[in-house]
């Protein structure tokens, strides 16, 4: 089961409390909540521009399922750092853009 933030919790809680009993949370819990919407948001992490998952691979976009699945693994053989040409940081981007692509076709 993945991991909840308190906040998403607390505001979950308080729906279903509302919907079920029509009663509002106890106070100590709405305090919590109200402290957590007030709490200033976290910085945003500066992240690198996405590269194109095709372009990582080595794919043309018009490519099947299997070419992606059978391309992503002659790299990562070759990429993981127990192969041939072992370079962690390639790697790690050609699972990245095999990950994206299998969100944007449905492939598992």
């Given at each position: 089961m993945p991991r909840k933030r308190v906040s998403n919790i607390v505001k979950e809680a308080d729906d279903i409390s509302r919907v079920?009993?029509?009663q509002r949370l106890p106070y100590w819990l709405k305090r919590a909540w109200e402290?957590?919407?007030?709490?200033k948001p976290q910085e945003a992490v500066e992240t690198a521009p996405a590269e194109d998952p095709y372009a990582v691979l080595g794919l043309?976009?018009?490519?099947?399922?299997?070419?992606?699945v059978s391309r992503y693994r002659e790299l990562a053989r070759k990429y993981h750092p127990d192969g041939s040409e072992p370079d962690p940081e390639k790697f790690k981007r050609i699972q990245e853009a095999y990950e994206e692509l299998c969100r944007q076709r449905n492939i598992r």
């Open positions: 079920l009993t029509g402290e957590l919407r007030r709490s043309d976009p018009s490519c099947i399922p299997a070419d992606i």
